[in-house]
């Protein structure tokens, strides 16, 4: 068994309580629950974006987008 992927799940398991924590003091300073949603999706959004281009992910080409049905390219199926 590859003992990297068991660490990580216990990491991203111990980081779930901490995440509904640092929501709702975020949605208490902002003073508005929308605009603390809209700060963590966006954050969320940066970092899987570090990820991806230090993981060097390829990102698929136009081709490939143009060919796949308009509802795949929102629900992302």
Not at 7 to 17: D, I
Not at 41 to 60: D, E, H, N
Request: aromatic share 8%.
């Amino acid at each position: 068994m590859n003992w990297m992927l068991i660490a990580m799940a216990v990491v991203a398991g111990t980081m779930l309580p901490m995440q509904g924590a640092l929501n709702a003091r975020l949605g208490a300073l902002m003073l508005h629950p929308m605009q603390a949603t809209l700060v963590s999706y966006v954050c969320g959004t940066i970092a899987c974006l570090f990820v991806l281009l230090m993981a060097q992910v390829s990102f698929c080409d136009d081709k490939r987008l143009t060919s796949m049905a308009l509802y795949l390219k929102f629900l992302r199926l």
